[in-house]
């Protein structure tokens, strides 16, 4: 369920006219919801504390789905904690009050100084994902006088995902330490002076719908629990990755929030009973993913004989989904089409010279014209965090709604900021 509903013919965010928006912002924009984000976020968290024994589960928003700050207090005040993959989100997850307590550092190729800065800030979790980093890892908390916590994200040689892409659990792809390999490096790391092994950790991919896939890589992971326990280590923790998905292209009345998360939740307790282990939880796109909206205005048409291509002022540098995972979005026109309007098959273009720019081919809309607002749905996760300056194009503003009140959390960025930024060479200045 979402917050974006027609009221009077107009496209709402919570109560506010999304024409107001565009006349006062402009387009292309994103419109976040922090009615949608909370709901999410309560919903899940409950879900979850249910799972562990003594209530003992942590929720870590993946802010990398997205990374605005007004979305990130949102969560922070909402009592979340950050999961981060670079020193630039564990500054802005400090920025935005994160407790550093709540703060777990992820990520399969982190360097000495963003390890230096994250456990100099007294981070809560380091997920270690190579020998190599291990290795750093202590050298640089025990140069600052630290003993890191950290874990192992081990690979569960269970792979998922809504595409090749963003399947990250498979042992074919880059990410963690393999099964076999973390029973040496949990003996040898009890020999290191900057670190202490707290447990495990797991990702195994995004957008995955149902539960069959998790339950195997957890029931693999609860195996190897009591085997290094069984070898004398240390095992409290095991944070279970995010991943859960949401549907992309159904009606927005249609609540799916609580049955896929419920049954995760269910799954989980099944699996982790009797472990006796503090869960930890990653989730990016369903806490954010229907939490946003992408808003473009139509710039021309341009009839061919055998298609309709609609330019829009929205480009695959704001929004690189579709271009990259093929992924659906839906589209609503801002302003509510009558119920008999004649629909007609468009491709929805952006201006960008390349022909991956494309929204989506031969998609039956309310005809549309130059000048026309649509938004692209399900835009909150993925969408502004991944987006770039290609072409020259100025990254999008960003816009929270809460009730009747929005605000700009990120201004468009100004062709000074675009231009600004770079340097001539001295020989050619
Ligand atoms: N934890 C780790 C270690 C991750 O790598 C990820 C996402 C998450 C948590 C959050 O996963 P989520 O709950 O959002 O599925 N750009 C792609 C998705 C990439 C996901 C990368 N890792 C997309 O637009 O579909």
Redesign the pocket.
Known sequence: MHHFSYRDGSLFAEDVDLRRIAAEVGTPVYVYSSATIERHYRLFAAAMAGTAEAGKAHVFY?M??NGNLGVLKTLAALGAGA?TVSEGEVRKALAAGFPPEKIVF?GVGKSESELRYAVAAGIYQVNVETEGELDLLSKVAASLGRRQEAVFRVNPDIGAGGHAK?T?GSSENKFGVSFEEVHRLYARAANLPGVRMMGLAL?IG??IRETEAFEAAYAKMAQLVVALRGEGHRVDRLDL????GIPYDIPADFDHGPGLIEAYAAMVARVTAGLDVELGF?????IVGNAGILMTQVLHLNPRPTKQFAVVDAAMNDLV?PAM?E?YHEIWPVREAAADARRIAYDVVGPICESSDTFTAGRELPELAPGDLIAFMTAG??GAS?SSTYNQRLLVAEVLVKGSEYAVTRPRQSYEELLGSDRSPPWLA
């Open positions: 993946a990398k789905a999961d992820s963003i990250t990702h995004s957008q990755g995010g991943g859960l990653e989730p990016g796109r369903l989904r995972y992924a996760a993925y991944m």
